[in-house]
């Protein structure tokens, strides 16, 4: 039901900013949810941030003073503002979209993933 398009990462020195965004092949309005994950070699991908359609958002403690997740209802993107970046947020971050679709009684989710961008931090 959706496509999804990642740009934005490259090579930075520490303490730099990068902002990444993700952009979506429909309104994201309809979209219930939408995250930010990252997976570094060896390691478990995990939640980064993320924002529902209500407008409510959640970060990692890792990252909580330093990224800010939005949405750019307009140009139907999610971004990702990282400041302050350290060496430990080398990954590949994935953009996520999750969509909840009703019938009557019945309830279910799909879930989307774009290809991952790659973010280096250089100390």
């Known amino acids: 039901q959706v496509q999804l398009v990642e740009s934005g990462g490259g090579l930075v020195q520490a303490g730099g900013s990068l902002r990444l965004s993700c952009a979506a092949s429909r309104s994201i309005d309809s979209i219930n949810t939408m995250s930010w994950y990252r997976q570094a070699p060896g390691k478990q991908r995990e939640l980064v941030a993320q924002?529902?359609?209500?407008?409510?958002?959640n970060y990692a403690y890792s990252v909580k003073a330093r990224f800010t997740i939005s949405k750019d209802n307009a140009e139907n993107t999610l971004n990702l503002q990282m400041n302050s970046l350290k060496p430990e947020d080398t990954a590949v971050y994935y953009c996520?979209?999750?969509?909840?679709?009703?019938?009557?009684?019945?309830?279910?989710?799909?879930?989307?993933w774009g290809q991952g961008t790659q973010v280096t931090v250089s100390s």
């Open positions: 996520n979209a999750i969509i909840q679709s009703r019938k009557g009684w019945d309830v279910w989710e799909n879930a989307y």
């Open positions: 924002v529902t359609s209500g407008g409510t958002t």
